[in-house]
């Protein structure tokens, strides 16, 4: 079956989300009487995480939001990087903190990650946070999984009683997409690069999630007829180019509706960072 999938648009779409977010943010500073604050540390000077963290000072302050960088050298030891989450847990002006990963060789990201206070935790990694997504309970979720959700939403399509296949089982994006998938009502099955028949198991899947890491991993011909395809990857070939982990063009004559790489999931993930801080800023506004 040959068929011209939809293109989902995560710029545009991500414009959206920011623009709600802005009326949110205007709506505390009101009641407040301050602006939500996203405080990021970026240890050392790595080229992919200085970029990243430019773009989402960036967007924050676009919409309002006060961000702040704070910057050690790559040789920081474990302990004063620990000093500067814990000074910010403290400090009642900080509303969300996010540690940039990944941290430089030699330093423990999972005893940083789980020092940050959970109701400040706007990646959503905390173990707390992680927990409290898996009861279905209110939680702050990873930004990218949030992010695929919206795209998913934007379709139309309504995922109840809908076969979903996530490939990819990391906590940032496959777990909580497999739990994000199940509060609607989908019927989930994680899979990933061990998967044994994989191939098989993408042709059942009315929405397919890839967040393997693995450029193009994902062939045009393992896509389902009509399905809806959400590409988390972003990998860079020799040449530069930027792929996703689906093979785009094969998947595109398939697909009912797939995002795109770069231009899909990546600013939808941003756009949810700032969702993240301005729910952390109210959540502490009425939790002791």
Same mark, same amino acid.
């Given at each position: ?51 990243? %963290? *430019? /773009?989402? &000072?960036?967007? $924050?302050?676009?919409? @309002? !939001? ?18 500067? %989450? *814990? /000074?910010? &847990?403290?400090? $009642?002006?900080?509303? @969300? !903190? ?191």
């Amino acid at each position: 079956m040959e068929m011209q999938g939809r293109i989902l648009d995560g710029k545009s779409i991500a414009e959206k989300v920011r623009s709600e977010v802005q009326q949110q943010v205007e709506a505390f500073r009101l009641t407040s009487g301050r602006a939500p604050s996203l405080h990021v540390v970026l240890v050392g000077d790595d080229p992919a995480s200085q970029v990243y %963290v *430019r /773009n989402k &000072n960036k967007a $924050a302050k676009k919409t @309002g !939001i006060d961000a702040v960088t704070h910057e050690l050298p790559s040789d920081t030891p474990q302990a004063q990087v620990e000093a500067v %989450v *814990r /000074n910010l &847990n403290e400090d $009642a002006a900080v509303d @969300g !903190i996010l540690v940039q990963l990944p941290l430089p060789k030699g330093l423990n990201e999972q005893a940083v990650l789980d020092l940050i206070d959970p109701k400040k935790d706007v990646d959503g990694l905390h173990a707390v946070n992680a927990g409290l997504l898996s009861a279905g309970r209110p939680a702050l979720v990873p930004c990218t999984p949030q992010g695929c959700m919206r795209l998913l939403a934007e379709t139309g399509v309504s995922l109840q009683g809908l076969d979903a296949v996530v490939v990819g089982r990391s906590v940032l994006v496959g777990k909580p997409m497999a739990q994000l998938l199940l509060q609607q009502h989908a019927t989930v099955t994680v899979a990933h690069s061990r998967t044994r028949d994989l191939d098989a198991l993408c042709r059942r899947a009315d929405v397919l999630v890839a967040a393997v890491g693995r450029p193009r991993m994902i062939q045009g011909s393992w896509v389902k007829p009509g399905a809806i395809v959400i590409d988390v990857g972003i990998n860079r070939l020799g040449d530069g180019r930027l792929v996703g982990d689906v093979d785009f063009e094969g998947a595109m004559s398939r697909a009912r509706a797939i995002t795109p790489v770069p231009g899909g999931v990546g600013p939808m993930t941003i756009a949810y960072l700032l969702q993240n801080t301005v729910l952390a800023a109210k959540g502490r506004r009425v939790m002791p």
